[in-house]
């Protein structure tokens, strides 16, 4: 279902712009600008002199963690005039010289979230020029001349993103690490939440960008008497579910007054007997009037998940040919490997979605949707299933693992979880990931995946409803869904293991982090101290009880056995490659152009075994010469790729994995491409240098 205004937008005769949007020279917002293409119309590094480029300057951001590797940067940095805004390894925000590194300021905030940020937005207007930047619950706005916050926005310039978004029973995590959106006078902003049932509210806010103010408010959980409250089982949803949250990013078209917003997914992700009905607006791509906040259309692009399938990326702005019509689209991909491709004003699709049957057997409580809506083109780029028959050639253990795959849930996607194990393919995180995709004014979308089978199960939860608990169920309750039952966290290092935490980390230590979060780790604040201070002595080695007054008894009466990445015992992925993919999609008629691994295992490699790709983090960019560059693998490569099939022509070794999006700009005449490079996910090293390469 789809709503469209009934009254049209009236478009400004003065629409605010970005200073420098219209210069070729700079990078001025999150992914290049408002359409969110990581394109760049610069042409000085070619296919002809691309094998030339060598370092220009790296620049030490500072934060980095050397002894856990847990830090990361996933920064796309913006230049305007020569000026280079990004974040730091250590959640700060900071401005260089673009052309040679310099270090112009950097803050030094203390109440930072210690979350992994992707970057700071941009605004310009007669009262100067602003960062806005966010920090744990923070929304800051920073003079972009000096780095200090702004007295006039807000409170002492900052914002605190919790105020609006409380309900019974949420905790305290909030946080805007995804760069947000300008429209004139206006930021948009989306947040991140917890993914429990402890969830915040996940509506969309847009604020004053010179006071603070808040202008208007969408409810992605409707409230009664609104559009699409009855989808929730006609309860009062915003008082009982939290998240349908906006993290992934939006995309703005400034001239109709359109910002386009893909939402996540309701909370908790694994289980939705307390939610029944499709759950608007939750997973959808939604169009809003940018000035006043009311609905122009949506798509849902799945109904009532229980897979954590929500939009992983801002979407995409472009203009493509259907016939001799040229159409202006809207294109959302995900992490199940579909391309929704929607016309941007009215939400029609472009290319025939089908309502497609799928599995019901849920567990009991559970209420699935009969249909979920399936593109018949473009083609999807990663493949959509995963059986014995699929296992990788020199996998180890493959019997075992074959008589494991026959006893699992498998073969299709949107398989409710049972009590089985039960296979995601692609897994929980992509398919498509945040990076997103870069399109070029051909039509041509150039998209980064990762093709690696995810497993996991519902168990029942234990009953908490008593006077005294102690350490060993409040942690099997609240952290073994991602830190493993036995504390040996997951393979990939994306959940560390806790086992001798304390080599790493003090008792105080992680008492604070379970009050403030950190990173991947949303805040525990709901928990009393005693709890957590049981579950501090538990991950200790110690025992103690949480004596409680009570325990509210939870809705959810299943908690899912964690995000099980799926490698063997020698660390491969124990599916057959290609494990990470660059795949180029024509969106003028939804077919396939190109697609290659991206990324390689070295010791594979040596052994005669083609290029397996990796797993991957981080967007690609694309330029008007034809050169699509892109990191994101594990092996720590900046790779120079040809957009026409998909060559390889340059890549230079980084002192980090680069799990981020390269920006680039030119100043004085000269080009630059410049990648952070902050490692840390993978189990790779955590950096914190921005390395940018030039010609000679």
Not at 76 to 103: C, H, L, R, W
Request: glycine share 12%; with cysteine.
């Amino acid at each position: 279902m789809r709503f469209i205004a009934t009254c049209m937008i009236v478009i400004s005769a003065v629409s605010f712009l970005l200073s420098s949007e219209n210069s070729a020279n700079d990078w001025p917002e999150y992914n290049g600008n408002g359409d969110r293409n990581h394109y760049s119309k610069l042409s000085e590094i070619n296919k002809k002199n691309v094998s030339m480029l060598q370092v220009a300057w790296t620049y030490s951001s500072g934060g980095a963690d050397s002894i856990g590797n847990r830090s990361q940067m996933q920064c796309n940095p913006i230049v305007i005039d020569g000026v280079m805004y990004g974040v730091s390894a250590g959640t700060q925000a900071f401005a260089i010289d673009a052309s040679s590194g310099k270090e112009i300021w950097k803050t030094n905030l203390k109440d930072n979230g210690g979350t992994t940020s992707r970057g700071v937005t941009y605004w310009a207007g007669k009262t100067g020029e602003r960062i806005f930047f966010g920090a744990g619950k923070w929304l800051y706005a920073l003079n972009a001349k000096t780095g200090i916050p702004l007295p006039g926005f807000g409170e002492n310039g900052r914002i605190n993103l919790k105020q609006g978004i409380e309900r019974p029973g949420a905790d305290d995590y909030v946080l805007s690490n995804t760069p947000n959106t300008i429209y004139q006078n206006l930021i948009i902003v989306g947040t991140r939440v917890n993914e429990s049932e402890t969830a915040l509210l996940g509506d969309i806010r847009a604020y004053d960008v010179l006071t603070g103010k808040l202008i208007w408010t969408f409810h992605t959980i409707p409230d009664k008497g609104e559009l699409g409250y009855k989808t929730w089982g006609n309860q009062p949803s915003r008082q009982k579910t939290g998240g349908a949250n906006s993290w992934a990013g939006m995309a703005i078209d400034r001239k109709r007054g359109i910002v386009y917003i893909p939402t996540g997914s309701a909370a908790y992700d694994f289980y939705g007997g307390n939610r029944p009905g499709k759950n608007l607006f939750a997973n959808c791509l939604i169009a809003l009037n940018a000035s006043t906040g009311k609905l122009i259309w949506y798509y849902q692009l799945v109904h009532h998940d229980i897979w954590d399938r929500d939009p992983p990326c801002p979407p995409n702005l472009v203009s493509i040919k259907a016939g001799n019509k040229i159409i202006d689209a809207v294109v959302q991909i995900t992490k199940q490997g579909y391309v929704f491709v929607f016309d941007r004003v009215t939400g029609n699709p472009v290319f025939p979605i089908i309502e497609t049957s799928f599995p019901q057997d849920g567990v009991a409580g559970e209420i699935t949707y009969p249909t979920q809506p399936i593109p018949t083109f473009p083609l999807p780029f990663t493949r959509q299933k995963f059986t014995e028959n699929d296992l990788n050639v020199f996998v180890a253990d493959k019997d075992s693992l074959r008589n494991l795959i026959r006893k699992s849930r498998t073969g299709s996607a949107y398989i409710p979880i049972g009590f089985d194990m039960t296979i995601f393919y692609p897994g929980t995180d992509g398919g498509a990931q945040w990076g997103g995709a870069a399109t070029d004014p051909e039509g041509i979308m150039y998209i980064p995946a990762k093709e690696i089978p995810v497993y996991t199960s519902l168990v029942k939860k234990e009953n908490t409803d008593t006077k005294v608990l102690g350490g060993a169920k409040l942690y099997h309750a609240n952290c073994a869904a991602c830190h493993g039952a036995d504390k040996a966290g997951n393979h990939d290092g994306s959940y560390p293991s806790l086992i001798n935490i304390e080599k790493r980390l003090s008792e105080k230590q992680v008492r604070e982090l379970l009050v403030n979060g950190r990173g991947m780790m949303p805040a525990f604040s709901h928990l009393s101290g005693g709890e957590r201070a049981a579950i501090v002595d538990f991950i200790f080695g110690k025992f103690s009880e949480a004596k409680i007054a009570s325990v509210p008894k939870s809705e959810i009466p299943y908690q899912h056995t964690g995000y099980n990445r799926w490698y063997d015992r020698n660390g491969y992925p124990v599916s057959h490659p290609p494990w990470g993919t660059l795949t180029a999609v024509d969106l003028n008629n939804g077919q396939r152009r190109w697609q290659i691994p991206l990324g390689e295992y070295q010791e594979l490699s040596e052994k005669g075994i083609a290029p397996t790709g990796t797993d991957n983090y981080g967007g690609p960019l694309v330029t008007a010469s034809g050169l699509i560059f892109i990191a994101a693998s594990r092996d720590e490569q900046f790779r120079a790729i040809d957009k026409d099939d998909g060559r390889i022509m340059w890549s230079a070794k980084l002192p980090a994995a680069g799990y981020a999006s390269p920006s680039t700009y030119s100043v004085h005449g000269k080009q630059y491409v410049v990648i952070a490079c902050g490692g840390g996910k993978l189990n790779s090293k955590s950096g914190d240098r921005y390395v940018a390469f030039a010609l000679p």
